[in-house]
């Protein structure tokens, strides 16, 4: 039997997809989310590219107009956090105001941005997650005509590219020697922070902040590992974000490898669900738990506990999915590979245009493309198909994915 009352906890892409996907799948019972925010439900991609540059206004950025949440019934509360609560009651304590009773529980409580241990907390040093906290960066950015960015995350190469493409004199620090390879691999790491340098950016790996200096109240340079001293208008931390995993931690649900264990229908526990970035999911078709921090994946996960809640359990397959542009370079990922992969090239290395295979004993587990959006798609069969593919006949750019996978020839 449908509940009579679904209680969203997290007013981001995975708490506005459940919320909007639960209508949309006819769910006639009460739709309540509670954020934390300050601000109705916005697409956080934006805040570290278009928005940040002042290139597309504040309306732009937000998921739903004000009166479309009256208008489907759901039930937006912003600026309430919910604090812990009994899953045999169902019931959630908030930080301040009365209870609030559940039926069914959506966690979707997303991540908080890491700060360095000793990064000082003055004006000038920002992290970056939410609409306020970008607004801030922006005019802080708009200030400044140096800008260091520690870490080259996507976070913070996104960040940087649009501070570059502002025309900042933009510092990327990077403490491990080649950024993100061990999410992309280290061939994938060293081409992708050459664009960076390519675009001016000055990109110091396998280097540290060693010091920060401050005049009064502001950050005015470090010193890094390498002895070198900076001088800087603005600091931006992108060393990552902790999942927000406290209130299911409170109620009791499973915490496992930094999230919250969910089946493959993203259930945690008997009426209770979590999407997003904290969500640790078996995935069906990977056949693993995973744990993605991207867009695409929270509002798909959204949409997925919506199906469960709204019609019968079911199993969410879509593959995790993510895309960052980085100045005139667009990037997709599609899969998810494990530490160990085999790296199959497919393209021109050199013109910016090709896709990576990610394999694991055989099977594509994901891939990469920079410029090369159609691979990206066509690989998706090859991941689903989960048979064994020859990584020569990957790399031949005269053969045709989709037979790969097993279609038929056309
Ligand atoms: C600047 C930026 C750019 C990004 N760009 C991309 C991109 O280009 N491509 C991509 O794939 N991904 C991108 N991402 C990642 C993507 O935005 C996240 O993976 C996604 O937002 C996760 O969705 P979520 O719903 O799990 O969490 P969030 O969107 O973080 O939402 C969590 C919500 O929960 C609320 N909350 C937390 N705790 C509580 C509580 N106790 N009580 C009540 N409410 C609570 C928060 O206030 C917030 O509203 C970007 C992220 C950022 C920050």
Same mark, same amino acid.
């Given at each position: 039997?449908?509940?009579?009352?679904?209680?969203?906890?997290?007013?981001?892409?995975?708490?506005?997809?459940?919320?909007?996907?639960?209508?949309?799948?006819?769910?006639?019972?009460? +739709?309540?989310?509670?954020?934390?925010?300050?601000?109705?439900?916005?697409?956080?991609?934006? %805040?570290?590219?278009?928005?940040?540059?002042? #290139?597309?206004?504040?309306?732009?950025?937000?998921?739903?107009?004000?009166?479309?949440?009256?208008?489907?019934?759901?039930?937006?509360?912003?600026?309430?956090?919910?604090?812990?609560?009994?899953?045999? #009651?169902?019931?959630?304590?908030?930080?301040?105001?009365?209870? *609030?009773?559940?039926?069914?529980?959506?966690?979707?409580?997303?991540?908080?941005?890491?700060?360095?241990?000793?990064?000082?907390?003055?004006?000038?040093?920002?992290?970056?997650?939410?609409?306020?906290?970008?607004?801030?960066?922006?005019?802080?950015?708009?200030?400044?005509?140096? +800008?260091?960015?520690?870490?080259?995350?996507?976070?913070?190469?996104?960040?940087?590219?649009?501070?570059?493409?502002?025309?900042?004199?933009?510092?990327?620090?990077?403490?491990?020697?080649?950024?993100?390879?061990?999410?992309?691999?280290?061939?994938?790491?060293?081409?992708?922070?050459?664009?960076?340098?390519?675009?001016?950016?000055? *990109?110091?790996?396998?280097?540290?902040?060693?010091?920060?200096?401050?005049?009064?109240?502001?950050?005015?340079? &470090?010193?890094?590992?390498?002895?070198?001293?900076?001088?800087?208008?603005?600091?931006?931390?992108? +060393?990552?974000?902790?999942?927000?995993?406290?209130?299911?931690?409170?109620?009791?649900?499973?915490?496992?490898?930094?999230?919250?264990?969910?089946?493959?229908?993203?259930?945690?526990?008997?009426? *209770?669900?979590?999407?997003?970035?904290?969500?640790?999911?078996?995935?069906?078709? %990977?056949?693993?738990?995973?744990?993605?921090?991207?867009?695409?994946?929270?509002?798909?996960?959204?949409?997925?506990?919506?199906?469960?809640?709204?019609? #019968?359990?079911?199993?969410?397959?879509?593959?995790?999915?993510?895309?960052?542009?980085?100045?005139?370079?667009?990037?997709?990922?599609?899969?998810?590979?494990?530490?160990?992969?085999?790296? &199959?090239?497919?393209?021109?290395?050199?013109? %910016?245009?090709?896709?990576?295979?990610?394999?694991?004993?055989? %099977?594509?587990?994901? &891939?990469?493309?920079?410029?090369?959006?159609?691979?990206?798609?066509?690989?998706?069969?090859?991941?689903?198909?989960?048979?064994? +593919?020859?990584?020569?006949?990957?790399?031949?750019?005269?053969?045709?994915?989709?037979?790969?996978?097993?279609?038929?020839?056309?």
């Amino acid at each position: 039997m449908a509940p009579r009352r679904v209680v969203i906890v997290g007013g981001g892409g995975a708490g506005d997809a459940a919320a909007f996907s639960l209508r949309k799948q006819g769910f006639d019972g009460e +739709v309540l989310i509670l954020s934390a925010d300050t601000d109705r439900p916005y697409d956080r991609p934006y %805040l570290s590219k278009e928005f940040l540059r002042g #290139e597309i206004e504040e309306a732009k950025v937000y998921l739903h107009d004000d009166g479309e949440y009256s208008e489907n019934r759901i039930e937006l509360r912003l600026q309430q956090r919910v604090t812990g609560g009994s899953l045999a #009651e169902g019931r959630l304590q908030l930080a301040s105001g009365p209870d *609030v009773s559940f039926d069914t529980l959506i966690l979707a409580t997303g991540g908080t941005p890491r700060r360095l241990p000793d990064a000082p907390r003055t004006s000038n040093v920002f992290t970056l997650r939410s609409l306020r906290d970008c607004q801030a960066l922006r005019a802080g950015i708009q200030a400044s005509s140096r +800008v260091l960015v520690v870490g080259a995350g996507f976070i913070g190469a996104e960040a940087g590219a649009s501070a570059r493409t502002l025309g900042k004199d933009v510092l990327l620090v990077e403490a491990a020697p080649v950024p993100l390879a061990g999410a992309l691999g280290e061939d994938v790491g060293k081409v992708y922070a050459g664009i960076h340098s390519s675009k001016g950016v000055d *990109v110091k790996t396998g280097t540290k902040v060693k010091e920060w200096h401050l005049s009064g109240e502001r950050l005015v340079g &470090v010193t890094l590992s390498d002895g070198s001293r900076q001088e800087t208008d603005l600091a931006l931390l992108g +060393v990552g974000i902790d999942p927000n995993i406290e209130l299911a931690a409170a109620l009791g649900l499973p915490i496992e490898a930094g999230g919250v264990a969910v089946d493959p229908g993203l259930k945690t526990a008997d009426g *209770v669900y979590c999407a997003g970035d904290i969500a640790v999911h078996q995935h069906p078709v %990977l056949g693993r738990a995973i744990r993605v921090e991207h867009w695409e994946v929270a509002k798909g996960q959204g949409r997925g506990v919506a199906t469960s809640i709204a019609r #019968e359990p079911t199993p969410y397959s879509t593959l995790p999915y993510f895309w960052s542009d980085q100045y005139d370079v667009s990037l997709e990922y599609r899969g998810q590979a494990s530490g160990s992969a085999q790296l &199959v090239w497919r393209g021109d290395r050199e013109a %910016l245009k090709f896709s990576v295979f990610y394999l694991n004993g055989g %099977l594509v587990d994901a &891939v990469l493309s920079v410029n090369d959006g159609k691979t990206n798609e066509a690989a998706a069969a090859l991941i689903q198909a989960r048979r064994r +593919v020859d990584p020569a006949a990957l790399e031949d750019l005269s053969v045709d994915l989709a037979q790969l996978a097993g279609a038929p020839a056309s």
